[in-house]
């Protein structure tokens, strides 16, 4: 569902659904985070309960450190839950009650809210994400790195059936 294995200090392979797989170029954070940029985010940086539910379920595997999302919400959007729904200053995005195994999922707060300068909500491509739809906003703080999808025709990994 989620989550990058770290590969040196410079790249990152993402397993998960949650963004296109592949490899991704890794910066520091950057000052200015906009809408599109892509994050890394420490999952020991999120609230204990959230990282139960990543491991304890199942969505990664226990040796995985960091998500990667898209940032969807950044300074002065205005947000609301509406029904099935996430409203980030106009766009909509599904929220899910149940994940795919029928467990429940967290519910954010029913009030709306404006995010912060520092504050940003982060969002993978799939519907059925563990992302801000379920575990709320993310700190400028939390951030680690800034990622960029590299073209994987740099990239060859090789397999057991390409040394045959």
């Known amino acids: 569902m989620l989550g990058v294995i770290l590969l040196s200090r410079f790249f990152t392979y993402n397993i998960s659904d949650s963004i296109p797989k592949g490899f991704y170029f890794l910066?520091?954070?950057a000052q200015n985070i906009e809408k599109e940029d892509i994050v890394v985010i420490p999952i020991d940086r999120l609230d204990k309960e959230i990282q139960n539910i990543i491991f304890e379920r199942g969505y990664l595997p226990r040796f995985t450190k960091y998500l990667i999302k898209e940032v969807k919400g950044t300074y002065n959007d205005d947000v609301y839950l509406k029904a099935d729904e996430l409203h980030i200053s106009g766009e909509q995005f599904k929220v899910q009650t149940y994940d795919?195994?029928?467990?429940?999922?967290p519910v954010l707060n029913n009030d709306d809210f404006t995010l912060k300068e520092d504050e940003f909500l982060t969002l993978g491509v799939k519907e059925n994400s563990f992302d801000s739809r379920y575990f709320g906003k993310i700190k400028k703080d939390q951030i680690k790195y800034m990622a960029k999808k590299v073209n994987n025709k740099y990239f060859k990994?090789?397999?057991?059936?390409?040394?045959r």
């Open 157 to 163: 990994i090789k397999t057991n059936k390409d040394s």
């Open 27 to 29: 910066s520091p954070k």
């Open 100 to 105: 795919t195994l029928k467990r429940p999922l």
